[in-house]
């Protein structure tokens, strides 16, 4: 499904600046993580709907034939079994020749509301088909194994302390399960708090933990410290990174917003969680 781009034409402008129209493409997504492309354009021989990761390491191409369903439209098809390694991956016709970049049509991202997989599942795979700022096609795609979903987020009424529900994937909180936050840039620094397995309909794959403000903020003096957040256990386990993906928002970070609230009595130092471009759970500690 993978071939190699070194010999692939130039793209072509997304709007008409003296190369072919841009085509458009209608999504429709999976629970499962399958995304259905049905693209307004005309049939070339060699037609087929090619995904490219933008930016990091290169992986190759994904290469997906288009097949006509009626005149004018050609739907191409990728299976959730079709592997996407984590990334952005924007979209493009190839065929006769030209390379184009692919605009969003309509996107239907209703089966990927509230997703609950089958905690038992080893690993949970998200596509998500979204809107780049300069208005092409992209499909944001995660794959983690095991992975920890983050769900709602609750704070003391003093403020002093931030409380995460969520559920694991492919994973069970135990008695030594702890919640790990990790200072970015200076990975000796990290502060531990105890993970409950909170019980429910999710038995051992749920879990909550509760972290103290004070705690992540202590000898902060003015610089602004970020937290990422992970779950781990005594035994040698691979850490889980917190992070919330099971829903149709490719992006969170400016559509979840939480409360900024004061650490201490002195006003200096606030904190608040938020989800990285990666929607990984974080916690800022910074001056207001």
Request: proline letters at 8%; hydrophobic letters at 40%; a negative charge.
């Amino acid at each position: 499904m993978t071939s190699s781009s070194s010999s692939r034409p130039s793209p072509a402008p997304a709007d008409g600046t003296g190369g072919p129209a841009a085509p458009r493409a209608d999504c429709t997504a999976d629970s499962a993580g399958g995304v259905t492309f049905d693209v307004a354009a005309a049939a070339a021989p060699d037609a087929a709907l090619v995904l490219r990761r933008t930016g990091g390491a290169g992986s190759g191409d994904v290469r997906l034939p288009l097949t006509p369903v009626a005149h004018g439209r050609l739907r191409a098809v990728l299976p959730s079994t079709v592997d996407l390694p984590e990334g952005r991956w924007e979209t493009h016709v190839y065929g006769g020749g030209a390379d184009l970049t692919v605009r969003p049509g309509l996107r239907d991202l209703r089966a990927l509301v509230d997703r609950t997989p089958d905690p038992r599942t080893e690993a949970v795979a998200v596509r998500i088909p979204y809107a780049t700022p300069d208005g092409r096609l992209a499909v944001r795609s995660w794959r983690r194994s095991p992975h920890a979903e983050a769900g709602d987020i609750a704070f003391a009424a003093d403020g002093a302390t931030m409380t995460v529900e969520g559920r694991l994937y492919g994973a069970e909180a135990g008695r030594d399960t702890v919640v790990e936050a990790r200072l970015r840039g200076d990975r000796d620094r990290v502060h531990r708090e105890p993970v409950t397995a909170s019980g429910g309909d999710g038995g051992a794959h749920t879990f909550a933990f509760t972290l103290p403000y004070a705690a992540l903020g202590e000898g902060r003096d003015g610089a602004t410290w970020v937290w990422d957040l992970w779950l781990t256990e005594s035994d040698g386990a691979p850490p889980i990174r917190l992070a919330r993906l099971l829903d149709d928002i490719a992006e969170k970070q400016t559509v979840f917003k939480y409360p900024v609230l004061p650490v201490g009595d002195t006003g200096k130092t606030v904190a608040f969680p938020y989800f990285t471009r990666d929607n990984d759970l974080a916690v800022q500690i910074s001056t207001p």
